[in-house]
């Protein structure tokens, strides 16, 4: 790893550490112009199977770099019966169709999320 990749994988441990942590006690959280790749949507779907205190997620940014990948990692959160998230927001990310299904079907199953948004997205049919 590089000098700019480990300063960014340290960061995404220490965030992960933080929302995994029983005594992180955060309901509302803003990501946007983070530039996040597939490994931090996996690791925040990972983190968010397991943390029952967020309640809201947003998620806007055109630059986001994560693939189909990245999105089926984040949808774990919405099957995992420990998750507490009651809306999502994803303004401006770019979801494609085949992400937007692995999100969908992650949703089947999903009782707690109540909101979903999905605005300003050109990379949908």
Do not use: P
Not at 21 to 44: P, V
Request: hydrophobic letters at 35%; glycine letters at 6%; one cysteine or more.
């Amino acid at each position: 790893m590089h000098g700019d990749e480990r300063i960014a994988h340290s960061k995404l441990g220490f965030f992960s550490s933080f929302l995994s942590d029983a005594k992180c006690s955060i309901g509302n959280l803003l990501l946007g112009e983070n530039n996040m790749t597939d490994e931090h949507f996996t690791t925040l779907g990972e983190v968010l199977t397991i943390n029952k205190k967020l309640k809201y997620l947003h998620l806007f940014d055109e630059s986001f770099e994560v693939t189909q990948q990245g999105w089926r990692g984040f949808s774990t959160c919405l099957q995992s019966d420990h998750s507490e998230l009651q809306e999502l927001y994803l303004n401006g990310c770019n979801i494609d169709d085949d992400s937007a299904t692995h999100l969908f079907s992650a949703l089947a199953t999903n009782t707690s999320l109540k909101i979903l948004k999905m605005e300003a997205i050109d990379s949908i049919t």
